[in-house]
Nanobody, 119 residues
């Protein structure tokens, strides 16, 4: 599985961006597609995740502002970022976790796309 992320950029506080991540190859019937970010000097953190069963989960810091959604036939996951704040500045990484039989899983990562929010 290879992931190609795009959509980052420079935006003013209060603005919006949409990130996209297309997966090539089979991601299986059971999977999660999500976004993580790493801000300067901080550890990577989960931003949002969407499961193949249709559920979503968000970091508290982005709830109500970010929306994750998927285009399953295209194996693509999107992250709509609204009401951006300077503290959202980070490199955003898409992730696919592919579950095989039992509890085995494999993680795949995109190359990262930088989001910079100016105040």
């Amino acid at each position: 599985v290879q992931l190609q992320a795009s959509g980052g950029g420079l935006v003013q506080a209060g603005g919006s961006l949409r990130l996209s991540c297309a997966a090539s190859g089979s991601i299986g019937a059971m999977n999660t597609m999500g976004w993580y970010r790493r801000a300067p000097g901080k550890q990577r953190e989960l931003v949002a995740v969407s499961t193949s069963s249709g559920s979503t989960n968000y970091a508290d810091s982005v709830k109500g502002r970010f929306t994750i959604y998927r285009d399953n036939p295209e194996n693509t996951v999107y992250l709509q970022l609204n009401s951006l704040k300077p503290e959202d500045t980070a490199v955003y990484y898409c992730n696919v976790r592919k579950y095989s039989s039992g509890t085995r899983s494999s993680d795949y990562w995109g190359q990262g796309t930088k989001v910079t929010v100016s105040s």
